[in-house]
């Protein structure tokens, strides 16, 4: 390996955990990613085979959760990393290796898109149906949480980055989507949600696609999160008559699996809709604050497709007027606004 760099001392454990404690002297290391957490990648190749490094920090990570799921997963049946080694008192885990071709980077090429949206909807009704019985053990995705994460919208997004306050009716209203949101999830049927099943997060691999990452953070939660994430990806969008037809496919498959999805598709379409303003309204947050808190802007030009999707719901369901009718009106106009004053 080359020699550590002096000012990344994480790296230097790794290599060292690597070279001393496992006896890879042979090995390289090259970045393999990184994501909107603390964690890092790296490939090591070792005689012409590889496995993928985790340097998840012990002060700012926790690896247990990654550790639990991991088993989750491996028990179902899914395709996702298994682990190799680990030393978790440095917050190193050695990690088998799905490739280095992500959904989003396969996806510029759009005619791929029919049959990785198949394997993707067919390995998440994998999960629901295979991890029944893990789901209970997970967090749950409760009401305190779902509120949470649409308070990342309005303390983040609205306040912290864009210095938009709200009037007493407006903050009335917002409540009272807020109110509908949280009903809504909490009425769904309770699956394992991964909670970032999305193309970064799906690797394409040439058998038991796709590779699935990032599971740590699953949660016992409603049936039509992940399937959100999917299908209403903030990196990447489809017609909405293309993400209706996956969405209907979803759900032929759950039912066909024995999994509940709605007295009828009208009732899981308008599931799937809901839980959707709520994550949208959650990441487009979470991106302002990873560039105000981590000084990560890379996600902010996310932001409008994000809030889009807000929008185009709204529109589809009356409840909802007033959340459209705010994002319409002042958040995305003053959201293009900064991008354009980033740019400059």
Same mark, same amino acid.
């Given at each position: 390996?080359?020699?550590?760099?002096?000012?990344?001392?994480?790296?230097?454990?790794?290599?060292?955990? +690597?070279?001393?404690?496992?006896?890879?002297?042979?090995? %390289?290391?090259?970045? =393999?990613? =990184?994501?909107?957490?603390?964690?890092?990648?790296?490939?090591?190749?070792?005689? @012409?085979?590889?496995?993928?490094?985790?340097?998840?920090?012990?002060?700012?990570?926790?690896?247990?959760?990654?550790?639990?799921?991991?088993?989750?997963?491996?028990?179902?049946?899914?395709?996702?990393?298994?682990?190799?080694?680990?030393?978790?008192?440095?917050?190193?885990?050695?990690?088998?290796?799905?490739?280095?071709? %992500?959904?989003?980077?396969?996806?510029?090429?759009?005619?791929?898109?029919?049959?990785?949206? *198949?394997?993707?909807?067919? =390995?998440?009704?994998?999960?629901?149906?295979?991890?029944?019985?893990?789901?209970?053990?997970?967090?749950?995705?409760?009401?305190?949480?779902?509120?949470?994460?649409?308070?990342?919208?309005?303390?983040?997004?609205?306040?912290?980055?864009?210095?938009? =306050?709200?009037?007493?009716? #407006?903050?009335?209203?917002?409540?009272?989507?807020?109110?509908?949101?949280?009903?809504?999830?909490?009425?769904?049927?309770?699956?394992?949600?991964?909670?970032?099943?999305?193309?970064?997060?799906?690797? $394409?691999? #040439?058998?038991?696609?796709?590779?699935?990452?990032?599971?740590?953070?699953? $949660?016992?939660?409603?049936? %039509?999160?992940?399937?959100?994430?999917? +299908?209403?990806?903030?990196?990447?969008?489809?017609?909405?008559? &293309?993400?209706?037809?996956?969405?209907?496919?979803?759900?032929?498959?759950?039912?066909?699996?024995?999994? @509940?999805?709605? *007295?009828?598709?009208?009732?899981?379409?308008?599931?799937?809709?809901?839980?959707?303003?709520?994550?949208?309204?959650?990441?487009?947050?979470?991106?302002? &604050?990873?560039?105000?808190?981590?000084?990560?802007?890379?996600?902010?030009?996310? $932001?409008?497709?994000?809030?889009?999707?807000?929008?185009?719901?709204? #529109?589809?369901?009356?409840?909802?007027?007033?959340?459209?009718? +705010?994002?319409?009106?002042?958040?995305?106009?003053? $959201?293009?606004?900064?991008? @354009?004053?980033?740019?400059?």
């Amino acid at each position: 390996m080359t020699e550590p760099r002096r000012d990344d001392p994480r790296l230097a454990l790794l290599r060292h955990w +690597l070279e001393i404690d496992l006896g890879w002297r042979d090995a %390289t290391l090259a970045p =393999a990613s =990184a994501d909107a957490s603390f964690r890092r990648y790296f490939r090591v190749t070792r005689r @012409e085979s590889s496995c993928i490094a985790m340097d998840a920090p012990p002060d700012k990570e926790n690896v247990e959760p990654y550790l639990a799921v991991a088993g989750m997963l491996a028990g179902i049946g899914v395709n996702a990393p298994r682990v190799v080694d680990r030393n978790e008192e440095q917050g190193f885990l050695l990690l088998t290796d799905l490739g280095s071709v %992500t959904y989003l980077d396969a996806l510029a090429d759009r005619g791929r898109a029919g049959r990785l949206y *198949a394997d993707a909807i067919s =390995a998440l009704v994998r999960i629901q149906a295979g991890g029944s019985a893990h789901a209970a053990s997970l967090p749950p995705y409760d009401e305190k949480l779902l509120r949470f994460e649409m308070s990342l919208f309005t303390d983040w997004l609205l306040g912290r980055h864009l210095g938009l =306050a709200l009037d007493d009716d #407006e903050l009335r209203d917002l409540g009272r989507v807020f109110d509908l949101l949280v009903a809504n999830a909490l009425a769904q049927p309770r699956v394992f949600v991964h909670r970032d099943y999305h193309s970064r997060n799906l690797m $394409v691999c #040439e058998r038991d696609n796709p590779g699935i990452l990032d599971f740590q953070d699953a $949660v016992n939660g409603p049936l %039509t999160y992940d399937l959100v994430s999917l +299908l209403r990806d903030c990196y990447i969008d489809w017609p909405q008559h &293309r993400v209706v037809d996956w969405a209907r496919e979803f759900r032929r498959e759950a039912l066909a699996a024995g999994l @509940e999805a709605g *007295a009828d598709e009208l009732q899981f379409l308008r599931w799937f809709d809901l839980m959707g303003v709520q994550r949208h309204l959650k990441a487009s947050g979470i991106f302002a &604050r990873l560039w105000h808190r981590d000084g990560k802007s890379g996600y902010l030009p996310d $932001v409008p497709r994000t809030l889009g999707y807000v929008e185009q719901a709204c #529109e589809r369901h009356p409840d909802l007027a007033a959340l459209g009718e +705010l994002v319409r009106e002042r958040v995305l106009p003053a $959201v293009r606004l900064s991008l @354009e004053v980033n740019r400059a």
